[in-house]
């Protein structure tokens, strides 16, 4: 398949690019951290979205690879960021794929040593469905990530099936509201209802909240009101290169 050929070929031939998107503290609009999210610089397709190759990466084990490159260019790039007195967490996605290799808390502590990040500037976002491949490995390996001060975040909360055993049994610190929650927040009461909770339950099991997809003002509002912590979305910024990145948050000091 041509496009798996070329994905092959893709991180030798330095295609791949890491994009940040800001996320911010919902009462101040201070930036606190990004999300470092995946592009892929096809040189007749353009910037193809992780939407369309993620899941051929996971097919095929490219995301270990892949992941592995996504994980230490993060890591270097917000050290050099702390090294300018930018204090700003960095979030990276991880596939379920990258947590079965037997090897993968070294992979997170090599990338770690590597650029010099101090853990507790690095969050790990991970989905619901790494549950279902629960192991005492896995959580051992959770455990003792944690305790080395790295934090995880829940992903597109709400969106799994097994959202609140699984609240339950994995050590996250943040959870992420998936974005289709937010799109109607403003004017529809049950959607507001659920986001309500969500905050009121994320705050009770001592964790954060981040809400995803921040298109409007009114939906900021609504943030403010019912106490989520942090936010995301096209209305502060897009994901952006990390130049364009740096100038948004010096602009936000
Ligand atoms: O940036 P965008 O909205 O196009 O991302 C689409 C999806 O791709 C998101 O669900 C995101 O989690 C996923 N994604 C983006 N970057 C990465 C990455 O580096 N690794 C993995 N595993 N998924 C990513
Ligand atoms: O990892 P995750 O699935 O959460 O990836 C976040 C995705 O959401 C990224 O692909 C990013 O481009 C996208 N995104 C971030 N903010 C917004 C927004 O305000 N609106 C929309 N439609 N998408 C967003
Ligand atoms: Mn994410
Ligand atoms: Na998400």
């Given at each position: 398949m041509r496009l798996e050929h070329d994905l092959r070929r893709s991180l030798d031939l330095g295609e791949l690019r890491l994009y940040y998107q800001p996320i911010l503290d919902t009462q101040t609009a201070k930036i606190v951290g990004c999300e470092a999210l995946l592009r892929?610089?096809?040189?007749?397709?353009?910037?193809?979205?992780?939407?369309?190759?993620?899941?051929?990466?996971e097919e095929t084990?490219?995301?270990?690879?892949?992941?592995?490159?996504v994980l230490r260019t993060a890591c270097i790039q917000a050290q050099a960021w702390h090294e300018r007195g930018m204090d700003l967490h960095i979030s990276v996605n991880l596939s379920t794929r990258q947590f079965r290799q037997h090897d993968f808390r070294k992979t997170i502590e090599a990338a770690l040593h590597e650029s010099g990040l101090n853990p507790r500037h690095l969050v790990l976002e991970i989905?619901?469905?790494?549950?279902?491949?629960?192991?005492?490995?896995?959580?051992?390996?959770?455990?003792?990530?944690?305790?080395?001060?790295?934090?995880?975040?829940v992903d597109d909360f709400g969106t799994g099936y097994s959202s609140l055993s699984y609240l339950r049994r994995f050590p996250a610190r943040i959870l992420k509201i998936e974005r289709n929650f937010l799109s109607h927040v403003h004017h529809r009461s049950d959607d507001a209802a659920l986001v309500e909770a969500m905050v009121s339950l994320a705050h009770k099991l001592h964790m954060k909240v981040v809400a995803e997809g921040v298109e409007k003002v009114e939906q900021w509002e609504f943030l403010k009101?019912?106490?989520?912590?942090?936010l995301q979305g096209f209305?502060?910024?897009?994901?952006?290169?990390?130049?364009?990145?740096?100038?948004?948050?010096?602009?936000?000091?």
């Open positions: 892929w610089v096809h040189p007749v397709r353009e910037i193809v979205p992780p939407g369309n190759f993620i899941s051929l990466a084990g490219l995301i270990i690879p892949i992941g592995d490159w989905t619901e469905s790494l549950m279902l491949e629960e192991t005492e490995q896995l959580m051992q390996d959770l455990r003792i990530l944690t305790q080395r001060g790295i934090r995880f975040s009101s019912c106490g989520c912590d942090y209305y502060f910024s897009r994901p952006v290169p990390a130049e364009q990145f740096e100038d948004f948050v010096r602009e936000n000091l």
